[in-house]
C-alpha cells in the first residue's frame, strides 16, 4: 500500500479521500489555489501545497504544476477526486511519467471513453445498445442540421468531449437548432477546450439509470449494483439513490451484463460508472465516467464497502474480492445541496457561511468540504455538502433524508434545501418513477420561492418577545434595582403603549401593532383584526394561545439571527427588522440591469438602441460552472452596455441599462 498519496482536487471529494487515507494510515497531501488558503480541504490535510491563482485553469487544471508537488511531497500516487483533471488521459500518463501511480482507468480508456462519439462506436460494437443518433466528426452546421432533421425533434445537442449537463441542449425544432448549437458550442469549448458536439433522439420521459462497475489490473471487472439518477436539473444531478427502483429483475441483469462489457471494451480497472437511460422498460447506453462518481456513498451505503478504500487498494495492485458483488442491503438516497437559489434559474449564491448547522441522517453520514465561517466563492462549484440517508426500506430512507434536511440550519447564502425537501415528499418521488424532466415539467409548483411565514408564526414571535422582555425588564448596568427607562416591554408611566415591530419571513415583511398583555400581546398584523396570544415557553418547544385556541410550536431562538420555527417538517425563518426605516428607492431599479454575482461575460446579445421584449435574453454570464442569463425585466430599448465579451465583472457591475 502507498504511504503517501496527494489528492489533486479540492472541497468534499479531497476531504472525503483524506479521511479515507488517515484511516489506512497513509499520510495526504493537499494542493490549494489562492482562493481555498484555509479550506477545510487544507485544514484536514498533513500537508499542502500551493498552486495558484483561484480560477480552475491556473490552479487545479495545472497538471505540470500538481505533479511537481507530489514529486517534491514524495508521494507515490496521486488521486484526482472527480471533475477536474478525473479524466484527462494526458494527466494520468503524465503521472506514470513521473514515476508515480494515478489512482483511476488506465489512460487509454480513459481516452476512449472520454469522446462521446467514441465511446458510441465502441458500445455499438460490443453488443451494448445506444441512442439513435449522430456522432461523427463532419462537425459543419449544415451537416449537423440535416442529421437533426433525419434523427427527427426533439434531438438532444451533448459535448463531445465531457459530462456534468455543460453543453448539453435539448431542441425541440428547427428554427432553434442554430442558435443551441451556438450556445452548446459555447459551453464545451469554455468547459472542456473542445466544441465538438454530437447529436441524439431527445427521449421524451427518460430516466437516469447508472451501474457503478470495479475492475482491478488482474482482468477481474464486475458491477456493485445500479443508481437512479433522474431527479437533475440543468442536466446535472441533484437527488440519488441505489439501488435504483421500479426496475423488473430482467432490466437489472441486463445493465449489469452491458456495464461490465462496456468496462471490459476498453481494458478498465479501477472505479468507474456506465450510464444508461431507461424508457419503457428499454435501456441504452449514455457515457462511461471513468472516474469516481460524486454520488458513490448510495452505493457504499448499501454494499457496505468503502470505494476510495478500494480504488486505492486496486491501483497499489490488489486484486478484487471472489465474492464481489455483495449483496445490497436496504436503500440509500443522497441529496446534494448547493448555495444557489432555485428560484431564479439556479443562480449560484455566495458569501460567507455565517451559520451552518447540518445534523447527519438516521443510519447516514454527511460529505462536506466547507465549515461554519468558510466563504463560497464564485470560482468553483457551488455544492455545500451530499446528506446520505440509508434505511431497510425506500421510504425509511427518504424519510431520514429529509429529517436530516428539516434539522439544517444555513445562513450566508442562498441554498436548495426548500427544493429538495419537496422533491422527497414529491407524489411522484414517493411513488419511485421520476424522470429527468420531472424538476422541468414541474417548476411552478417545486422552484417556487419558499413559502411565507403564516400570521400565526408572526403572531407567536412578537407576543414571545414581549412576554419575554416583561420578564427581564431592563437592570442597571452594576446589576442593582429595575430601570424603568430601559424595559423593553411598552411600560408606560400611565399604562402600557403600543409597539411597531417589522417581522421579515420569507421575503415578505408584516408590520405589527402589538400591546403587551399578561405573557403575550394583543396585536394587529398590516392592519388587520385584533388577535391575542399568550405563550408558555418551554425548551425547544413553546405552547402559544391564540384566541384560545392552543398550538404546540417547535422553534429555534437564535439570537439577532432570528427565530426558526418548523411546521409540518418545513422550517420557517423570521428575524425582526426595523420599522422605522425609510423605504428603499425602486425608481430605476428594472432600468439598470447588474451582475448577480462575480462572472465572466460570454455573449452580449444586444446592442445600443435595440428594441428588446420583456423575457429576452441580453447577456450571459458564466460564474461558478453554470451560465446565468441576464433576462429583460420588462419591454423598452436599451441605452447603454456596461460589458463586452470576455470581460470579467464583479458582483453588481452595470451590465444593461434600459431607456426610461
Same mark, same amino acid.
Given at each position: 500500500?502507498?504511504?503517501?498519496?496527494l489528492i489533486a482536487n479540492r472541497g468534499e471529494i479531497a476531504v472525503r479521500v483524506i479521511r479515507t487515507a488517515r484511516r489506512l494510515g497513509i499520510r495526504s497531501i493537499a494542493v490549494f489555489s489562492e482562493a481555498d488558503a484555509v479550506a477545510l480541504h487544507?485544514?484536514?490535510?498533513?500537508?499542502?501545497?500551493?498552486?495558484?491563482?483561484?480560477?480552475?485553469?491556473?490552479?487545479?487544471?495545472?497538471?505540470?504544476?500538481?505533479?511537481?508537488?507530489?514529486?517534491?511531497?514524495?508521494?507515490?500516487?496521486?488521486?484526482?477526486?472527480?471533475?477536474?483533471?478525473?479524466?484527462?488521459?494526458?494527466?494520468?500518463?503524465?503521472?506514470?511519467?513521473?514515476?508515480?501511480?494515478?489512482?483511476?482507468?488506465?489512460?487509454?480508456?480513459?481516452?476512449?471513453?472520454?469522446?462521446?462519439?467514441?465511446?458510441?462506436?465502441?458500445?455499438?460494437?460490443?453488443?451494448?445498445?445506444?441512442?439513435?443518433?449522430?456522432?461523427?466528426?463532419?462537425?459543419?452546421?449544415?451537416?449537423?442540421?440535416?442529421?437533426?432533421?433525419?434523427?427527427?425533434?426533439?434531438? &438532444?445537442?451533448?459535448?463531445?468531449?465531457?459530462?456534468?449537463?455543460?453543453?448539453?441542449?435539448?431542441?425541440?425544432?428547427?428554427?432553434?437548432?442554430?442558435?443551441?448549437?451556438?450556445?452548446?458550442?459555447?459551453?464545451?469549448?469554455?468547459?472542456? /477546450?473542445?466544441?465538438?458536439?454530437?447529436?441524439?433522439?431527445?427521449?421524451?420521459?427518460?430516466?437516469?439509470?447508472?451501474?457503478?462497475?470495479?475492475?482491478?489490473?488482474?482482468?477481474?471487472?464486475?458491477?456493485?449494483?445500479?443508481?437512479?439518477?433522474?431527479?437533475?436539473?440543468?442536466?446535472?444531478?441533484?437527488?440519488?439513490?441505489?439501488?435504483?427502483?421500479?426496475?423488473?429483475?430482467?432490466?437489472?441483469?441486463?445493465?449489469?451484463?452491458?456495464?461490465?462489457?462496456?468496462?471490459?471494451?476498453?481494458?478498465?480497472?479501477?472505479?468507474?460508472?456506465?450510464?444508461?437511460?431507461?424508457?419503457?422498460?428499454?435501456?441504452?447506453?449514455?457515457?462511461?465516467?471513468?472516474?469516481?462518481?460524486?454520488?458513490?456513498?448510495?452505493?457504499?451505503?448499501?454494499?457496505?464497502?468503502?470505494?476510495?478504500? *478500494?480504488?486505492?487498494?486496486?491501483?497499489?495492485?490488489?486484486?478484487?474480492?471472489?465474492?464481489?458483488?455483495?449483496?445490497?442491503?436496504?436503500?440509500?438516497?443522497?441529496?446534494?445541496?448547493?448555495?444557489?437559489?432555485?428560484?431564479?434559474?439556479?443562480?449560484?449564491?455566495?458569501?460567507?457561511?455565517?451559520?451552518?448547522?447540518?445534523?447527519?441522517?438516521?443510519?447516514?453520514?454527511?460529505?462536506?468540504?466547507?465549515?461554519?465561517?468558510?466563504?463560497?466563492?464564485?470560482?468553483?462549484?457551488?455544492?455545500?455538502?451530499?446528506?446520505?440517508?440509508?434505511?431497510?426500506?425506500?421510504?425509511?430512507? &427518504?424519510?431520514?433524508?429529509?429529517?436530516?434536511?428539516?434539522?439544517?440550519?444555513?445562513?450566508?447564502?442562498?441554498?436548495?434545501?426548500?427544493?429538495?425537501?419537496?422533491?422527497?415528499?414529491?407524489?411522484?418521488?414517493?411513488?419511485?418513477?421520476?424522470?429527468?424532466?420531472?424538476?422541468?415539467?414541474?417548476?411552478?409548483?417545486?422552484?417556487?420561492?419558499?413559502?411565507?411565514?403564516?400570521?400565526?408564526?408572526?403572531?407567536?414571535?412578537?407576543?414571545?418577545?414581549?412576554?419575554?422582555?416583561?420578564?427581564?425588564?431592563?437592570?442597571?448596568?452594576?446589576?442593582?434595582?429595575?430601570?424603568? *427607562?430601559?424595559?423593553?416591554?411598552?411600560?408606560?408611566?400611565?399604562?402600557?403603549?403600543?409597539?411597531?415591530?417589522?417581522?421579515?419571513? /420569507?421575503?415578505?415583511?408584516?408590520?405589527?401593532?402589538?400591546?403587551?398583555?399578561?405573557?403575550?400581546?394583543?396585536?394587529?398584523?398590516?392592519?388587520?383584526?385584533?388577535?391575542?396570544?399568550?405563550?408558555?415557553?418551554?425548551?425547544?418547544?413553546?405552547?402559544?394561545?391564540?384566541?384560545?385556541?392552543?398550538?404546540?410550536?417547535?422553534?429555534?431562538?437564535?439570537?439577532?439571527?432570528? *427565530?426558526?420555527?418548523?411546521?409540518?417538517?418545513?422550517?420557517?425563518?423570521?428575524?425582526?427588522?426595523?420599522?422605522?426605516?425609510?423605504?428603499?428607492?425602486?425608481? /430605476?431599479?428594472?432600468?439598470?440591469?447588474?451582475?448577480?454575482?462575480?462572472?465572466?461575460?460570454?455573449?452580449?446579445?444586444?446592442?445600443?438602441?435595440?428594441?428588446?421584449?420583456?423575457?429576452?435574453?441580453?447577456?450571459?454570464?458564466?460564474?461558478?460552472?453554470?451560465?446565468?442569463?441576464?433576462?429583460?425585466?420588462?419591454?423598452?430599448?436599451?441605452?447603454? &452596455? /456596461?460589458?463586452?465579451?470576455?470581460?470579467?465583472?464583479?458582483?453588481?457591475?452595470?451590465?444593461?441599462? &434600459?431607456?426610461?
Amino acid at each position: 500500500m502507498f504511504k503517501t498519496i496527494l489528492i489533486a482536487n479540492r472541497g468534499e471529494i479531497a476531504v472525503r479521500v483524506i479521511r479515507t487515507a488517515r484511516r489506512l494510515g497513509i499520510r495526504s497531501i493537499a494542493v490549494f489555489s489562492e482562493a481555498d488558503a484555509v479550506a477545510l480541504h487544507v485544514r484536514e490535510a498533513d500537508e499542502a501545497h500551493p498552486i495558484g491563482p483561484a480560477p480552475a485553469a491556473q490552479s487545479y487544471l495545472r497538471g505540470d504544476v500538481i505533479i511537481d508537488v507530489a514529486r517534491r511531497a514524495g508521494a507515490q500516487a496521486i488521486h484526482p477526486g472527480y471533475g477536474f483533471l478525473s479524466e484527462n488521459a494526458d494527466f494520468a500518463e503524465a503521472c506514470a511519467a513521473a514515476g508515480m501511480v494515478f489512482i483511476g482507468p488506465p489512460p487509454a480508456a480513459i481516452r476512449a471513453m472520454g469522446s462521446k462519439a467514441e465511446s458510441k462506436r465502441l458500445m455499438v460494437a460490443a453488443g451494448v445498445p445506444t441512442v439513435p443518433g449522430y456522432h461523427g466528426e463532419d462537425q459543419g452546421d449544415a451537416l449537423l442540421a440535416a442529421e437533426a432533421a433525419r434523427i427527427g425533434f426533439p434531438v &438532444l445537442i451533448k459535448a463531445s468531449a465531457g459530462g456534468g449537463g455543460k453543453g448539453m441542449r435539448p431542441v425541440f425544432s428547427p428554427e432553434t437548432f442554430a442558435a443551441e448549437l451556438a450556445g452548446a458550442r459555447r459551453e464545451a469549448q469554455a468547459a472542456f /477546450g473542445d466544441a465538438r458536439v454530437l447529436l441524439e433522439k431527445y427521449l421524451q420521459r427518460p430516466r437516469h439509470v447508472e451501474v457503478q462497475v470495479f475492475g482491478d489490473s488482474h482482468g477481474r471487472i464486475t458491477h456493485l449494483h445500479t443508481r437512479d439518477c433522474s431527479l437533475q436539473r440543468r442536466h446535472q444531478k441533484v437527488i440519488e439513490e441505489a439501488p435504483a427502483p421500479g426496475l423488473s429483475d430482467a432490466l437489472r441483469a441486463q445493465l449489469h451484463e452491458a456495464a461490465e462489457n462496456a468496462a471490459r471494451a476498453v481494458g478498465y480497472s479501477n472505479a468507474g460508472t456506465v450510464e444508461f437511460i431507461v424508457e419503457d422498460d428499454q435501456a441504452y447506453f449514455l457515457e462511461m465516467n471513468t472516474r469516481l462518481q460524486v454520488e458513490h456513498p448510495v452505493t457504499e451505503m448499501i454494499t457496505g464497502l468503502d470505494l476510495v478504500e *478500494w480504488q486505492l487498494r486496486v491501483a497499489a495492485g490488489e486484486a478484487l474480492p471472489a465474492e464481489w458483488p455483495p449483496a445490497a442491503e436496504g436503500h440509500a438516497v443522497e441529496a446534494r445541496l448547493y448555495a444557489e437559489d432555485p428560484s431564479e434559474d439556479f443562480r449560484p449564491s455566495i458569501g460567507r457561511l455565517g451559520m451552518l448547522y447540518l445534523a447527519a441522517p438516521v443510519e447516514g453520514r454527511i460529505d462536506y468540504g466547507v465549515q461554519q465561517g468558510d466563504v463560497v466563492s464564485s470560482f468553483y462549484d457551488p455544492m455545500l455538502a451530499k446528506l446520505i440517508a440509508w434505511g431497510e426500506s425506500r421510504e425509511a430512507a &427518504l424519510r431520514h433524508l429529509h429529517s436530516s434536511l428539516t434539522e439544517a440550519l444555513i445562513q450566508g447564502v442562498t441554498t436548495n434545501a426548500t427544493l429538495l425537501r419537496r422533491l422527497l415528499r414529491d407524489p411522484v418521488m414517493q411513488g419511485g418513477v421520476p424522470d429527468t424532466g420531472h424538476i422541468a415539467r414541474n417548476a411552478a409548483t417545486l422552484l417556487r420561492k419558499p413559502d411565507p411565514a403564516p400570521d400565526w408564526m408572526v403572531a407567536c414571535v412578537i407576543a414571545g418577545q414581549l412576554a419575554e422582555a416583561a420578564r427581564h425588564p431592563g437592570r442597571d448596568g452594576a446589576g442593582g434595582p429595575e430601570n424603568i *427607562w430601559q424595559r423593553g416591554d411598552a411600560w408606560r408611566l400611565f399604562g402600557s403603549g403600543e409597539v411597531i415591530f417589522l417581522v421579515e419571513a /420569507g421575503g415578505t415583511a408584516r408590520r405589527v401593532v402589538a400591546q403587551p398583555v399578561p405573557d403575550g400581546a394583543r396585536l394587529s398584523i398590516d392592519g388587520g383584526g385584533s388577535t391575542e396570544v399568550t405563550t408558555r415557553p418551554g425548551h425547544g418547544h413553546a405552547l402559544f394561545t391564540i384566541d384560545g385556541i392552543a398550538r404546540s410550536v417547535r422553534f429555534t431562538c437564535m439570537g439577532e439571527q432570528g *427565530w426558526r420555527i418548523i411546521e409540518d417538517g418545513e422550517p420557517y425563518w423570521l428575524s425582526l427588522g426595523d420599522p422605522y426605516a425609510p423605504a428603499g428607492e425602486a425608481a /430605476g431599479a428594472d432600468n439598470r440591469l447588474a451582475a448577480p454575482i462575480p462572472g465572466r461575460v460570454v455573449q452580449v446579445l444586444v446592442a445600443p438602441g435595440d428594441a428588446v421584449k420583456r423575457g429576452d435574453i441580453l447577456v450571459i454570464i458564466e460564474a461558478m460552472k453554470t451560465e446565468l442569463r441576464i433576462i429583460a425585466p420588462r419591454d423598452g430599448v436599451v441605452e447603454g &452596455l /456596461g460589458c463586452a465579451v470576455g470581460e470579467s465583472v464583479e458582483e453588481g457591475t452595470e451590465l444593461v441599462t &434600459l431607456l426610461t
